[in-house]
Every structure is written in structure tokens, then in C-alpha cells.
């Protein structure tokens, strides 16, 4: 219990210097400092994920939480080696993965209902890799999201704030928010695809309309419906916004929600 309380502890303080970066003024671009401190946000959280999973994927709430801080994180860090303005939005990112952090160091005892005794076979494999990296590339999006609906009210109130001058440009962030919204849905939908091949292969059918598959099915046809939108009518701004963050939160309750009810609520 003290060597777990100890290893997540020092999963989250490796979230810390990253977090405070964008407190430095006068920096318009990434230096070594930046990617130092992202490498080491990156490392903490994917370090502790390894051996909380141990060889075989666990189902309790603290492991997901850390396992999509460190899918997050990878992305971010991948997201703004590729893309110019993408790290503009770790004042936003990294909070909100400490908060992530606190909570799951807190449940870091709760014991997950469902146990995989063993490694999961090739299709359960695919479907956990291709959850994860849905959920951390809607994260994501959802920061740019916000990103954009903050730059877009300062705009409008003509008072910038330290925060939004640390922010991608209404026009960066909305550009980001659509390509992650993009590469999400693709990813999100193969996700689907291995999940309804398993479930044929070890019980005949093709979906089980459980909490979970309900949520996922929901989040995907509203990114489409979106991305729809976007296409044939230019979408964006707060509606887009508040379209984003309630898919966010559709795989929030079918990622997370779902373990913290029947492991923290019931459990």
C-alpha cells in the first residue's frame, strides 16, 4: 500500500513542471525547458501505468485514470512536436490531468469488479489500445475546445487575460479541435469494430447494449454529426464547443463514469 501511495504520488508530481511552465513570461515558442518537462509528464504517469498493468490489463478506476493521463500526455507531447500552436494548450491540459491525477491516487485502493486473470487476447488487446487513445485524443480536442471559447469571450469583452495569451488563437484552436475531432472519430470507430468482433466471436452476436456501448454508439454518431456540420456549415465557436464537451463526457461516462459507479458507488 505504501510502495503504491509512494509510486503515484511520484506520478503526479512528474505532471507538476509542465504545469508550470506557462507561468513563464516572454516565451512565444517550445524551448529545451518545455520538452524536458513534457518528457518527464509523459514518463511518470506511463511508467506507473506499466506496472500498475503488470502484464494483464486492470479494470479498476485509478489504473484508467493513469493509463489515459499517460495516453494523454503522449499525445500532447506528439501533437505539439507535428502541429505549430498545439502547445499552447498545456495551461488548460496539465490542470486538468493533475486533478485526474489526485483522483486516482485517492481510489488508488479501490480493487476493480471485473479481473483479467491474464493478458487479454489480440482482439481485447486492440479494442483497450484503441479506447485509450480515443479518449486521449478527445481529451484533447476538448482543451482545444475550451481553448476556443475562452480566446473567442476575451475577444468579445476586448480583456485578454495571462491565460488566454497563453492559449492557441481562436482560429488555432478551432483547427485543432476539428483534425483531433477527425482522427478520433476514425480511431473511435475501429475501437467499435474490434469490440462488436470479440463479442461475435465469443457469444455469436455483434453487440451487447450495456452502459458502455450505449455511451460509446452515442459519443460516435454526435462527432459525425458534428464534423458534419463543420463541413456544410462552417460549425464552430461555442456551439461547436458545447457539442465536443458533451462527447467528451458521453466517453467520460462509457470510459470512466461506468468503473467509478460500479467500483466506488457499489463496490
Not at 484503441?130 to 482545444?144: E, R
Amino acid at each position: 500500500m505504501a510502495n503504491s501511495l509512494i509510486m503515484s504520488l511520484t506520478a503526479l508530481v512528474a505532471l507538476v513542471p509542465a504545469a508550470v511552465l506557462p507561468l513563464r513570461r516572454g516565451r512565444e515558442r517550445p524551448d529545451l525547458l518545455f520538452w524536458a518537462a513534457v518528457a518527464v509528464a509523459v514518463a511518470g504517469p506511463a511508467a506507473y501505468s506499466l506496472v500498475q498493468l503488470g502484464g494483464a490489463w486492470q479494470t479498476g478506476l485509478s489504473a484508467a485514470l493513469w493509463v489515459s493521463i499517460a495516453a494523454s500526455m503522449a499525445f500532447f507531447a506528439l501533437l505539439a512536436l507535428v502541429t505549430r500552436e498545439a502547445w499552447r494548450l498545456r495551461p488548460l491540459l496539465l490542470p486538468y490531468l493533475i486533478l485526474l491525477g489526485v483522483l486516482a491516487t485517492v481510489w488508488r485502493h479501490v480493487p476493480g469488479r471485473e479481473g483479467l486473470a491474464a493478458a487479454p487476447d489480440a482482439w481485447l488487446s486492440a479494442h483497450i489500445a484503441l479506447s485509450v487513445a480515443t479518449y486521449g485524443l478527445c481529451t484533447l480536442a476538448a482543451m482545444a475546445a475550451v481553448a476556443a471559447v475562452l480566446q473567442e469571450r476575451a475577444l468579445k469583452r476586448k480583456r485578454p487575460t495571462a491565460l488566454t495569451r497563453a492559449l492557441p488563437s481562436v482560429s488555432d484552436a478551432s483547427l485543432l479541435e476539428v483534425r483531433l475531432l477527425g482522427v478520433s472519430e476514425a480511431v473511435l470507430a475501429l475501437g467499435i469494430a474490434t469490440g462488436m468482433a470479440r463479442q461475435f466471436l465469443s457469444s455469436g452476436r455483434l453487440l451487447v447494449f450495456d452502459h458502455k456501448t450505449l455511451l460509446a454508439i452515442l459519443a460516435f454518431a454526435l462527432i459525425a454529426v458534428l464534423l458534419i456540420l463543420h463541413r456544410r456549415s462552417g460549425l464552430r465557436g461555442q456551439s461547436a464547443a458545447r457539442l465536443i464537451l458533451l462527447a467528451y463526457l458521453l466517453l467520460t461516462l462509457a470510459y470512466l463514469g461506468v468503473k467509478f459507479v460500479t467500483d466506488v458507488l457499489i463496490g
